[in-house]
């Protein structure tokens, strides 16, 4: 196996955190696999994965080994592709973003990017947590809201406007509120990453400062799939934005409450590794996303 094998082989087994799934995600054994990666530790002189019975995890080396690996696996990869067609591209795309943009925004249009490059395979994880980009091997994320400090290179694309939404057998039974100080008598839907961690709050834009109302809530969620499908149950109201609301108010099942009291529009963002070069399947993906979500943008 030559050095480029090598280094794909340990790539894959950081990302994976498996010997067993790195082997059949390649087509090949699991002998072969730990072989590859125990001679190119041999070669470098130093331990790049902590094995245990349990898991499979990068040491310290490691971690500074893999980052350096994807670039080089990188460089080699636009070497070899530079007298390519853009259909011609090939490999693996990992991207991860959340999930109603996932289910609303990419998904349905996913066919497109791929009968346009059908030697690329798509792995896209789609969860409301924040991924480790590097550690766990993403080429780009698609992130709502406020960014955490980064050493990511960031790409703003817009903002997703926000609606306040309840379902009809909401609003007959609490009424529909028809200012702030109605508020005390509904219910919200709390959005919360960390459950438990904070008050349920609405949120509205007030001139240029943004305000907060804090309210009671039935139930609170940590995913964007069953906070929408808690208003749609007339469990209260959300905020969300009108990206992933389109079809359910078209339909009837959601009605907007509020429209004069927005939250801030969230901001959308395309992150990448700090890479001096990134896969040409990459950054042709990045390129069809940003023109995929334009229409859902302000």
């Known amino acids: 196996m030559d050095t480029t094998e090598s280094l ?13 799934r790195a082997a059949d995600s390649l087509g090949t054994s699991k002998a072969s696999v730990s072989a590859a990666v125990s001679q190119l530790e041999a070669s470098l002189g130093t331990r790049l994965l902590q094995r245990t ?45 959340p999930l109603g943009v996932a289910r609303h925004i990419v998904l349905p249009r996913l066919s497109e990017f791929l009968e346009a490059h059908p030697q690329v395979k798509v792995e896209l994880s789609s969860t409301d947590r924040r991924v480790d980009v590097v550690a766990e ?64 709050l609405f949120e509205y834009v007030d001139g240029d400062d943004v305000r907060a109302v804090e309210m009671p809530a039935a139930v609170a969620v940590n995913n964007s799939d069953a906070y929408r499908a808690a208003c749609l149950a007339g469990l209260g109201i959300i905020q969300a934005p009108e990206s992933g609301l389109g079809e359910p108010l078209a339909q009837g099942k959601l009605v907007e409450v509020l429209a004069g009291y927005r939250a ?18 990459a950054r042709l993906f990045m390129l069809w996303l940003g023109e995929v979500m334009q229409p859902y943008l302000i």
Do not use: W
């Open 53 to 97: 019975t349990r898991k499979v995890q990068m040491t310290q080396d490691g971690q500074s080994f893999y980052e350096r690996s994807k670039q080089v696996l990188a460089d080699i990869e636009d070497l070899q592709t530079m007298f390519q067609g853009d259909a011609d591209i090939s490999g693996r795309l990992r991207v991860d973003m």
């Open 264 to 281: 801030a529009p969230m901001p959308v963002t395309l992150l990448y590794p700090n890479r001096r070069q990134l896969a040409k399947r």
């Open 137 to 200: 091997g993403f080429d780009c994320i698609v992130r709502v809201g406020r960014l955490d400090d980064s050493t990511l290179v960031a790409r703003p694309l817009g903002h997703f406007r926000m609606l306040n939404c309840a379902s009809p057998a909401y609003l007959k039974r609490y009424g529909v509120p028809q200012s702030l100080e109605d508020l005390a008598q509904h219910r919200l839907v709390d959005y919360a990453p960390s459950l438990g961690a904070r008050a349920a």
């Open 8 to 20: 794909q082989v340990f790539v894959r087994v950081a990302e994976l955190g498996s010997f067993t």
